[in-house]
């Protein structure tokens, strides 16, 4: 079965609901786009009052229509729109976009069954609706305008390579405004609005089936269910199109401000970082690093590395750009001597033959010099791409020679090129020959570093089925002793522990683990032992167990708190305390959390989070980059600790979290203790909550 | 005696030597700037070849002009640059600017002492120099462009209460650009080259002396000494005028590149950032930030705080923002109930209250709902700054009424307001209305920021006299006893201890002091003690004390090391170990470092710097900027720590490294065991380095 949402990308025939002869009210918008952008399917308008609208045909209710259209748009208002929605679903409309707004995001209950009742309508036939409360979907490649934004007013469309899908409305036309401005074509600039049906990830899955799409940029507030945006990256993967996605509500206030606006849900800001890494897709922090790399992906560059060579006329310049690459997590590419040597042939002697090149104000008074000097830095194998910056030039300088020079080597050389001239009329040249140009260095190199990163990204993706969010109903604690069974059942080493529900028993533990033992009550309802005495460190002899035990078990019982025994547990040594955390998120299922171990790591939390199915490598990836990271591999004449040992452990609570009898809803492994090379690790600790 | 540099802004008179007809030459730019500007001082040529150039009268040689001028432009190159600075200098000339390159910015022995020529023979006369290799000076309130720039061609100067000031010339004419581009008036745009002999920060110094001046915006590679730009900020500040400075070469691979273009001295960065904050100039990290927020500085604004209101017609431009103001530092103002019920009134049902404020697509219906909601929000206390974001609009919005109503507000209330809107159209009558405007919510936040904490930090600022830097010729270790009894005698708090010559003493020292102890060698070769095995923890008998005694002072000599005794200290029971460093920086004297102890220090540094003189509170507030923070302060129901102890060890640390008697060269102590509440703090461990 075909997806209906590829009708909304090119209908055969429209109907509007709703329809206005006048092309500024919201149903008479969309027919004049559809005049004025071509579309050659058929279009009809329903309006009680009218015979014709705008030159369409335009019957009094979409029950007199002469067929049945593949899509429609609602631009009615309130219990109309209702209504239309209703009809549409019956008589077999496909898609429908509904535009009226007052629904779900007012909040109101009232607001949210109103939208419920479209939806029903809809799912009850088969009908796909976007919205309501959408500025709806526009598709510049065939003319399929099926909104009533006023930008497409404010700046010529143009079709191109670029698509925009986005929740908001304002963000699926400014992002087509900027890049609009910077002559950039877009074939896509759709808003899903309130996502009652038809949400933003799925129909961004449709539009990355688009073969002539290089660039899909995305904008969300919330991700209520991951597996549409995985089913989009998984397409896009596939084909090797690039997803730059801004989903805000980054922080707690936007989080709120979301809340406020439309009933987003808050998702776990890392778990998006770590779920959007998996799957390819690089995350832009605002509106500008949304389109801010556009012309670079649109060069069918395949970025192979992060080693920069920067060239320029200014020595700030060179100095700036160096700044900016290590800032980005790029490097100065360090050039071969023979290369160097060559530079030094053609560049005066006072320039600068390591990299950055400064080829100085000589650029004056020499045009060649660009010429010149690429074509030895093009057989460099250590340049990965390329920064051309000039900040200043004139009327006295060759600038269509450099713009030509640095064409011809980006053509050559097939390595990302970027130009950084803050000065309109000298960057024209380079951007009518293709080259990417930025105002100031920093921008291109950022850009540069974006590319470059993203493809790694989508290199390294691995985008698997994402979890189903699930509720979890409730839960309950299990005690030190089954936490630790279950946790050493399914392969993580544990401190080996007697649980003991005598005195004498605790004795006897204590002579077979060898003095000093650890004793800690064990009881389901108790979390923090340590508060209740729970826990007593360097025990040595059976009688100091025995009065252990005895005051252990007066605690809790006195309390009327259950006492599941007492745990006795060797005394450990190990190099370093880690953690192992996992939880089960609304949203992203199955979550585990690694890091620095101890009592601070609320306060000063050191972690990474880890999305299941991972394996060692992607664990021993996640631990480089902990600040702790010197330590895990060795500083200070120290040996590098048993990284591998506790990365299995890690992938072992993965798959115990993402088992189903029982099923876990949360454990903390604090500490892990870590040792050296192959000593392995241990978990000392364990909690473990399960759902009920 | 009036500073000659002022003459620079502002000479009487001017000779060009080696003046061209040709304005697109050296030697003809200037003349040609003079005449076009209006300059109205006299001006003179010197070409041996001509008796008038450009029309003014030119002279074979500087020996023949009807006066001395004050002010010389060196045009010609090589050795006859050389001999024109020596004849400028002769007869009497006050300010010369030296454009000629090939000098010390070649790193050539020759063109360093070709260089050193001409500055001797200013400074023989008390002539100041700019330059060599500079662009030259250029002041567009006089017509006093002594520069060669061909920016000022291809933009069209004005002037205006923004200065630029910059080492490099690129970098003094692109901030001139974009600022022009942006409508903004700028009077200076001043290039220092080489800096031989005036220096950037000199010139700014005068510069920020020009009471029309509103910002003054400053590009630097090096801080060689940091008195100049000291004295820069006292000026500046004494009169509430804003620095913002971009210091490149922040990274390794930035100071690599500007090493190699103009042997420029590598700054340790967080210095920089250390001394530029503790003198009220807010540090850019790039061009961008160079010129970003420059409207809001120009609006005469007096912010106060940091809590921000945002209104938008889109809720995804609200949410957006919230997070730029988290990111920035910035917080959400929360409104007042009667202000929200009074938005209420006017707001449609759907609209949020809450701040930020989404007015909803309801603006295209009802234009006054700028004009009507923002009086309420002017009456608001907890709002210091407002964001207005208007990602869309049109023909079918009253946007002139958007500009009026939000530029009366920003006039009643004299409240910081940026707006935030990406179509130039929708922009244009804001900025017509003097409403900075910037493309996104993010650069508006992020501008607001700047601002805010700029005054912050102007408020805050301690423009003290800097030390001068000076050379530090050798250094030799003290002992530990000797680096214990220093530390002390200057007021930090040392553990007990005992240096002990004999076993008998040592283990009389156990006595006094009560078990366990610690031993440790003393020795002035040795400062890593635990490699030889010169640490004993924990010692509890005489015998034991002996028998370390015994083995440290073989460990010793066996290698020929000198034996300083044993120093038996006590065993100190704290909460959390701290560090304390000092060093001599070549630059910025003394310099005083706050951290987190242990031996970890240099893998998982969690420091901050403190330039002396400072004070029990700066020492608090770089403590709060910590990783640790929330551990000093007390987590998980542990009490706070004695930071005002570990406070006033450090300022006591400050005054030991500049007193003059031992200078010292470098000092360390980690652990200062820091305990709890009024316990204070005690240094275990002290390595000093005195200066021989």
Chains 1, 2 share one sequence.
Request: proline share 6%; with cysteine.
């Amino acid at each position: 079965m075909i997806n209906p949402l590829h009708v909304a990308l090119d209908p055969k025939s429209i109907v509007v609901i709703g329809a206005s002869e006048n092309p500024d009210k919201i149903g008479g918008r969309p027919l004049f786009y559809l005049a004025r952008h071509g579309y050659r399917g058929k279009v009809y308008a329903v309006n009680p009052k009218r015979t014709e609208t705008q030159g369409f045909p335009t019957f009094p209710s979409i029950d007199d229509l002469p067929e049945v259209p593949e899509a429609a748009i609602v631009a009615v208002p309130g219990d109309a729109a209702i209504a239309a929605v209703e009809a549409c679903a019956r008589i077999g409309v496909k898609v429908c976009v509904t535009m009226a707004s007052g629904f779900g995001e007012t909040g109101t209950a009232a607001g949210i069954a109103a939208e419920q009742r479209m939806v029903a309508a809809a799912r009850a036939t088969g009908m796909r609706m976007f919205g309501p409360n959408t500025q709806g979907l526009a598709n510049f490649g065939t003319g399929a305008i099926l909104s009533f934004s006023s930008m497409f007013l404010e700046t010529e469309p143009m079709d191109g390579p670029v698509g925009v899908v986005s929740q908001s409305g304002a963000m699926s036309v400014v992002p087509w405004g900027m890049l609009r401005a910077r002559g950039i074509g877009v074939r896509y600039a759709h808003a899903t609005g309130n996502d009652a049906d038809v949400n933003v990830a799925e129909l961004a899955a449709v539009v990355a089936e688009d073969p002539e799409l290089k660039l899909l940029l995305l904008y969300l507030e919330s991700v209520p269910d991951p597996e549409p945006l995985a089913e989009a990256a998984r397409i896009a993967n596939a084909r090797g199109l690039p997803i730059v996605a801004l989903k805000s509500g980054r922080t707690a206030a936007g989080q709120q401000a979301a809340k406020s606006h439309t009933g987003a849900l808050a998702n776990e800001d890392r778990l998006i970082d770590a779920f959007l890494e998996r799957h390819g897709i690089w995350r832009a922090h605002d509106l500008h690093e949304l389109v801010a790399a556009t012309e670079l992906y649109l060069k069918g560059w395949k970025p192979r590395g992060r080693k920069l060579v920067a060239i320029s006329n200014s020595g700030a310049v060179c100095v700036m750009a160096a700044d900016a690459a290590t800032r980005s997590g790029m490097s100065m590419a360090a050039i071969s001597g023979a290369t160097r040597a060559e530079l030094g042939r053609v560049l005066p002697s006072f320039a600068t033959t390591t990299n950055p090149i400064d080829i100085t104000a000589a650029l004056l008074t020499n045009s060649r010099l660009f010429g010149d000097i690429l074509p030895a830095l093009a057989r460099d194998p250590a340049a990965d791409a390329f920064l051309i910056g000039i900040p200043v030039a004139g009327a006295a300088y060759d600038v269509d020679a450099f713009a030509r020079d640095t064409a011809e080597f980006a053509e050559n050389t097939g390595k990302p090129t970027v130009a950084a001239i803050p000065q309109a009329q000298i960057a024209a040249p380079f951007k009518a020959r293709g080259i990417p140009v930025m105002e100031t260095e920093t921008e291109a190199v950022a850009a540069l570093a974006q590319f470059v990163g993203h493809y790694e990204r989508m290199r390294e993706a691995k985008p698997t089925a994402a979890h189903r969010p699930r509720a979890v109903s409730g839960s309950r604690m299990l005690n030190e002793a089954q936490s630790l069974a279950l946790t050493g059942q399914a392969g993580v080493p544990v401190v080996p522990h007697h649980l003991c529900r005598s005195a004498n028993e605790a004795a006897a533990a204590l002579a077979r683990l060898g003095a000093p033992v650890v004793v800690k009550g064990c009881s389901t309802d108790v979390a923090h032992k340590s508060e209740l005495d729970l826990v007593r460190l360097g025990v040595n002899t059976a009688d100091d167990v025995r009065t252990a035990f005895d005051a252990m078990r007066h605690a809790l019982e006195s309390r009327g708190l259950a006492f599941d025994g007492v745990l006795v547990a060797a005394m450990a040594k190990g190099r370093r305390e880690l953690m192992i955390g996992a939880h089960v998120d609304p949203v992203f299922g199955p979550v585990v959390l690694v890091g620095d171990g101890g009592k601070y790591v609320e306060a000063m939390p050191d972690t990474r989070v880890l999305l299941p199915p991972f394996d060692v490598a992607d664990v021993e990836r996640a631990l480089a980059r902990l600040r702790i990271a010197p330590l895990l591999a060795g500083v200070r004449g120290e040996p590098a600790l048993d990284v591998a040992a506790f990365a299995r452990a890690t992938v072992a609570v993965a798959a115990l979290m993402t088992r189903s009898e029982p099923r876990i809803v949360s454990l903390d492994l604090n500490p892990v203790l870590v040792g050296t090379h192959d000593e392995g690790c241990l978990a000392l600790d364990s909690v473990v909550f399960v759902e009920t």
